[in-house]
């Protein structure tokens, strides 16, 4: 079975959220996700697609506010 929790790369992300890549980058960038709680960003960050993405608290965080993302 394929981990599905903690910190994950942008791509591993949207698939285990069951949300696109667009959707993601939207929630971070209107203030939805934050940084710290729900991504990180490290010193070898190159890009959008190189940050940490926290699985378990933007599933919870999103569904506390109605959002519907995937439980798997």
Request: hydrophobic share 35%.
């Amino acid at each position: 079975m394929a981990k599905t929790e903690g910190w994950v790369i942008t791509r591993r992300a949207y698939e285990i959220l069951g949300i696109d890549k667009n959707t993601l980058f939207k929630y971070r960038d209107d203030g939805t996700l934050k940084l710290g709680p729900h991504y990180a960003a490290f010193p070898e960050t190159r890009s959008r697609s190189s940050f940490r993405w926290n699985i378990t608290r933007i599933r919870k965080d999103l569904q506390k506010q109605g959002i519907a993302v995937s439980s798997l």
